[in-house]
């Protein structure tokens, strides 16, 4: 059972356009993250959001998380080639255990 | 400073061999994490330890032991690996979440990747 449902699986899109990537569960967590992975390296952290209907900006990266913090979306905004990579959620479910719950990640390709 | 640093970056190994992965931090988290990452997979985590202490073990096979020396420092040792264990091997810490837990904003190293021959 994956606990988060991340979608897209793929997307490859021009420079210049706009894209959402959503992860969605029937859990509740207590926080919730935004990773980047790039081939051959570590996630890197972008954001953690852990109060319900809370929106973070980050340049052209909108982070938000839904108010039963159930699901988050990732927008981006004017994608560029330097956006692609895999983007990963990963939350804290309310009441777990110390384990980090992952989606399957997206991988996204702007192309110039 | 939000560095998690590993060492080896590359490294190949036969199925008799024994060696080491080694992480460390100087972020005072009290949290660290080890995890395995396949090809175009999320990573899947192997062990957790919590105040130097090894907190979880997701059944993971014996030829990996991990070890913590102290706060900073977190090793796995490898012996009689399988190719099946190849892959990118992901060292993480974290500070832990202000009402506990250790879940929280967990950062990465940028990982080892493991090819066994």
């Known amino acids: 059972t994956q606990l988060l449902e991340q979608s897209p699986q793929f997307l490859s899109i021009q420079e210049g356009e706009n894209l959402t990537v959503y992860c969605n569960s029937s859990?509740?967590?207590?926080?919730l993250q935004w990773y980047r992975q790039e081939p051959g390296e570590g996630p890197v952290l972008l954001v953690t959001?852990?109060?319900?209907?809370e929106v973070k900006k980050l340049k052209r990266l909108t982070f938000q998380f839904g108010d039963a913090r159930k699901d988050s979306s990732l927008h981006i905004t004017a994608a560029q080639p330097g956006d692609t990579g895999l983007y990963l959620c990963?939350?804290?479910?309310?009441?777990?255990?110390?384990?980090?719950?992952f989606g399957k990640g997206t991988k996204l390709t702007v192309n110039p | 400073d939000t560095e998690v640093t590993q060492t080896p970056k590359h490294l190949v190994m036969g199925m008799t061999n024994k060696k080491s992965l080694k992480c460390e931090q100087h972020?005072?988290?009290?949290?660290m994490y080890w995890y395995k990452q396949k090809a175009k997979k999320p990573p899947e985590l192997m062990f957790v330890?919590?105040?130097?202490?090894?907190?979880i073990n997701e059944s993971v096979p014996s030829r990996f032991s991990p070890e913590c020396p102290n706060s900073s420092l977190l090793n796995l040792h490898l012996h009689a690996l399988q190719p099946e264990d190849s892959a990118l091997y992901l060292c993480?810490?974290?500070?832990?979440?202000?009402?506990?837990?250790?879940?929280?904003?967990?950062?990465f190293g940028p990982g080892t990747r493991l090819t066994v021959t």
């Open positions: 993480a810490s974290s500070q832990g979440a202000p009402g506990g837990g250790f879940t929280y904003e967990q950062y």
């Open positions: 859990s509740v967590f207590s926080s």
């Open positions: 959001v852990v109060t319900g209907g």
């Open positions: 990963a939350g804290a479910v309310q009441g777990g255990s110390e384990k980090l719950v």
């Open positions: 972020m005072g988290h009290r949290a």
């Open positions: 330890y919590s105040y130097e202490k090894l907190s």
